[in-house]
């Protein structure tokens, strides 16, 4: 039988997986992938936001045009198409920030309450899942950071941050999800997971981007790019079009480049809505020839007698005038294509927060279930969990640089993160369920995976988790297609190594800043080994990876060759797909942009399934692409995206039949 050999790269080690010409293209692969109006009517679904598919805000406040300080700032951004004017429909849905907005951020929940953490280390994963949950429902029905009631009836948003908690806020009572990501963690792997929970809860999606760092952003001011360095008392573009204090600094905040690298990620990942958190303050530069008055004209709404009046935008301002460009020209950005699902128990609580990982919940003992989980996602989003907190903690305390980009997925974005309580019309949209960590094996839960393999999907299970089957795992086998990936027993350490795995934090410090001292002991700790991977913590990210390349090889309907991010998505009349170049850009506190031009990236990109494309073209330059053996060839510079769209071929009956409704 003729087999491939597929290679792929994790953290440097260059490794191959042979695979069966069977198991390369299966029945009910990439050869019949769903096409966009099977995924429109199910769970796939892009859900719209007061009944737009997208919008790019400026902020969730509907009083904007009434706010003085933001007049001048709304006419320019509406005049110069920098963001989707929601602020002059009159029945738009604004969504109330509640009191469980950030509730994920570190251990903000529960109050940071150290008797209730205390109390909480004591009990167990149901035990905290129903008090994290009570907290927050309590939470929902006030506004944020008050005890005023929200009206009934007005739609709610919850927001996550530094938690991937996402999956919970959207089944507690969430009827817009939300994620920050920009200057947090792991930007893709809280997308698969907030994707996810959207899917499975049936709500929308909205994503903040936020371009803090060590508490200030980017101001410009005119004729001053990200790549020059300035001084460090240059006045602050802060005071022009939105208020706000002078404590910011031209180069204070993440990198221009990775705002719009995160609006694009979002707005392909399926986002409603994307917020520009703060964008009064970066996206416009101060003409220091020109006083505070010329922007904040009491003028409704200020009208430049010419254009050497319009507000001149900064980088970030010029990057969200090509991202609307791009987005209004091109709606059909299609259906995330994620034919994969990592499916986690429900009440496992997964905890990657720097201070506390990798103990659910933040405050219970950690298996190694638990830290397969990261190691797991570790694999698929290599540096979404700062699983190096010696060498993390050292960088942010020593050099304050801002925390490293997200290294490419080497499987691109082409999974969800799902729970168990999953109903089967959610299992079945995905072609495989990958379980990851500790499960409870429920019968109601083995009964749904029974029901999923008899439909033609496929399982993973890990041999720890194979052995909870006992005799029921023969009937599970004999359902479907099971694989069995991870350690065997002889294989996995006798006992967990919590203090190997994690930082020993009390809880009087969960919400403190790291500090010298304990730079000291870090650097101790990690002369002793602290930080690094164990053989059989390697062992079980090799076994991971031979999984996923074989379920890649099988299920992705687009290959992409050139070391870059990418997403998949359906459309209505082929495939689009993104290219993150998040190589290249480097950047510390109140520094100017360092880029490396030799990280540009020429990528491959073709079709693996038997469609073929007719016609190939790539969206933010506006150029068509020529198509070579099945494929178009890419260049990407470093910090930079670019989205091919393919058309498919029509079958000539399709055409036909076509011509036949045109002429009734």
Known sequence: MPREVVKYMIHGLLASVVLSAAEAVPANGIDRPADYDQLAAGPWQVRPWAGREFAFWPYPHKDLRES??????????????????????????????????????????????????????????????????????????????????????????????????????AQWGSDLLGIEIGNVFGASSKWAFARGAARQNKIPLLADISPWGYGGLNSFKAGLDEYTPAGPNDPSSAEALGGGENRNHWHAGIPPSSHSRLWYLSWLSGASVVVPEANSLNFFAWDETKGKEYYLEQIAPFVPRDESER??????????????????????????????????????????????????????????????????????????????????????????????????????NSFDVLLSNADPGILASYSALVLVGDHEMSAAFVERLEGYLRQGGRVCLTHAQAETFGSRMAQLESAGTVEIYGLKETERPTAAEPEYWALQVPFHRFRKPILPDDVEELNRLQAEGLGTLRPYEQAYQREVAGVMTRLGAALLPIEVNGDIEYIVNRTRTGWVVGLINNDGVAKSYRSPVILDRTKTRQVTVRPRHTSRAASASEWVMEQPLAIKDGGVRVTVPPGEVRIVEFIEEVEPQTKTADIADERR
Not at 106 to 116: F, H, K, T
Not at 375 to 400: C, E, I, K, Y
Request: aromatic share 12%; with cysteine; proline share 9%.
């Open 311 to 412: 507000a001149i935008l900064s980088p970030i301002g010029r990057r969200a005038r090509d991202f609307m460009r791009v987005t209004t020209r091109h709606p059909g950005r299609g259906i995330p294509y994620t034919p994969i699902a990592i499916v986690l128990d429900e009440y496992c609580g997964f905890n990657g927060f720097l201070r506390t990982r990798p103990r659910p919940w933040h405050v219970l003992p950690p298996t190694l279930g638990d830290r397969e989980t990261e190691l797991f996602l570790d694999v698929l989003f290599p540096g979404s969990v700062p699983m190096n907190h010696v060498l993390l903690t050292n960088m942010l305390n020593t050099a304050r640089q801002l925390p490293p980009t997200v290294e490419h997925p080497p499987f691109g």
């Open 68 to 169: 003085a300080s933001y007049r001048r700032y709304l006419h320019e951004c509406e005049a110069q198409k920098l963001v989707t004017p929601v602020w002059d429909i009159a029945d738009y849905r604004w969504p109330a920030s509640s009191d469980a907005m950030e509730w994920g951020y570190s251990v903000y929940a529960l109050g940071g309450n150290r008797d209730r953490l205390r109390e909480l280390a004591r009990t167990d994963r149901r035990t905290c899942y129903e008090q994290y949950k009570a907290w927050i429902q309590e939470r929902t029905g006030r506004y944020r950071n008050s005890t005023t009631p929200i009206p009934e009836g007005l739609p709610i948003l919850t927001l996550t941050g530094f938690s991937w908690w996402s999956v919970y806020g």
